[in-house]
């Protein structure tokens, strides 16, 4: 019987603030059947460790990253479940530009960088590969491979909007870290999950993170009602 070939989602985690986004797409990716491959800035580890209280170790990694996604949006503990011990994961150093998805013939469905600062947004749209998570954001694009960049910054100047026309222009998915609040959120999990459902849509990843617009006026105040449309 032939093996079936492991063809991952490559997350990146940039510094920007906003780590519970990155966690309820890797929790979201995994509830879906997907493989993963994460790589985490250095910077984002002291946004990691500011929003959380979690230090994330390369030696460690597989137990940080379950403390990290068993936590809510609210910074409680044991929030959600870890994943599965079979629960197909792979980390990458930002450090290693010789980790695999650094080259094209790697194969991966493509990447979705939750958050995406500012300096992430202009580091992959002039092409500088200081690290692995701008190198494997340049495969992907020459790759013609899907590119969602969920930037988390307000305001945005003249310099970061044109940063981000030009990575819409190679064939990125720009797509602000903003929460909608017509599909009824109760909590601030619910405003996380809705920009989660919206990064793993633009993937075409399936998921039920948020309700949808199914064209009833005040349906996300209704036990039986769906989300309002974009």
């Given amino acids: 019987m032939t093996e079936r070939k492991r063809t991952p989602w490559v997350v990146g985690v940039s510094g920007a603030s906003g780590t519970p ?3 309820a797409v890797i929790r979201g990716l995994i509830a879906a059947g997907e493989s ?3 790589v985490v800035s250095r910077a984002s580890r002291l946004t990691l ?3 959380t209280g979690i230090a994330f170790r390369d030696a460690h990694w597989r137990e940080d990253l379950a403390e990290w996604l068993a936590r809510g949006a609210d910074g409680k503990p044991g929030t959600f479940e870890a994943p599965a011990d079979g629960a197909d994961l792979r980390f990458w150093s930002a450090g290693d530009l010789a980790a695999g998805p650094s ?5 991966v469905k493509g990447m979705l960088i939750v958050p995406a600062s500012t300096a992430c947004v202009a580091g992959v749209a002039l092409g500088l590969s200081k690290d692995l998570l701008q190198r494997v954001a340049s495969v ?4 013609r491979r899907r590119l969602v960049v969920a930037v988390r910054e307000t305001p945005l100047n003249g310099q970061t909007l044109r940063h981000l026309v030009a990575l819409d222009e190679a064939g990125a998915i720009v797509l602000p870290a903003s929460p909608a609040f017509y599909a009824g959120a109760t909590h601030i999990q619910d405003l996380v999950d809705f920009v989660a459902g919206r990064v793993l849509d633009a993937a075409g990843v399936p998921h039920r993170l948020y309700r949808r617009w199914e064209g009833e006026l005040g349906g996300s105040r209704s036990p039986r009602g769906s989300a309002g449309g974009d």
């Fill in 49 to 51: 460790l500011d929003e």
């Fill in 103 to 107: 080259s094209g013939s790697y194969p």
């Fill in 140 to 143: 992907t694009l020459k790759e």
């Fill in 21 to 23: 986004y990155a966690a």
């Fill in 36 to 38: 993963v491959d994460l």
